[in-house]
C-alpha cells in the first residue's frame, strides 16, 4: 500500500506565494510519476502540474506562475506557486503513480491541502 501526504497549505493574499509538498510512502517499487490536482468548491478536479523522470507539464492557467519539482531519492514533489490569484483558490491533492513491491502498478492520492487566496 501507497500512502500519500500533502501539507503546505493556507491563507494568503492576492500576488503572494505558497509552496506545497507532498510525500509518497509505503510499499514502492519505482515511482512512474507524481502529480498535482485541484479542486475549487463546486466544481470538478482540475489538472495543474505533472512531473515524470522525463518531463514536466503545466495547465495553461498555472504556466509561468507554479513549479513544479521532485525529489527522486524521497519520493517527494514540491509545488512551488507564486502570484496567485484568487481563482487558485481550492483543496490541491497529490498523485503518486508507478510500481509498487509486488510488481503491481499503482495510483495514490492524497487527502489534499486547502489553498486560500483573498482578492
Known amino acids: 500500500q501507497v500512502q500519500v501526504v500533502e501539507s503546505g497549505g493556507g491563507l494568503v493574499q492576492a500576488g503572494g506565494s505558497l509552496r506545497l509538498s507532498c510525500a509518497a510512502s509505503?510499499?514502492?517499487?519505482?515511482?512512474?510519476?507524481m502529480d498535482w490536482y485541484r479542486q475549487a468548491p463546486g466544481k470538478q478536479r482540475e489538472f495543474v502540474a505533472l512531473?515524470?523522470?522525463?518531463?514536466?507539464n503545466y495547465a495553461d492557467s498555472v504556466k509561468g506562475r507554479f513549479t513544479i519539482s521532485r525529489d527522486n531519492a524521497k519520493n517527494t514533489v514540491d509545488l512551488q506557486m507564486n502570484s496567485l490569484k484568487a481563482e487558485d483558490t481550492g483543496v490541491y491533492y497529490c498523485h503518486a503513480r508507478g510500481i509498487d513491491r509486488r510488481r503491481s502498478p499503482f495510483g495514490s492520492w492524497g487527502r489534499g491541502t486547502q489553498v486560500t487566496v483573498s482578492s
Open positions: 512531473t515524470t523522470i522525463t518531463t514536466t
Open positions: 509505503g510499499s514502492i517499487f519505482s515511482i512512474n510519476g
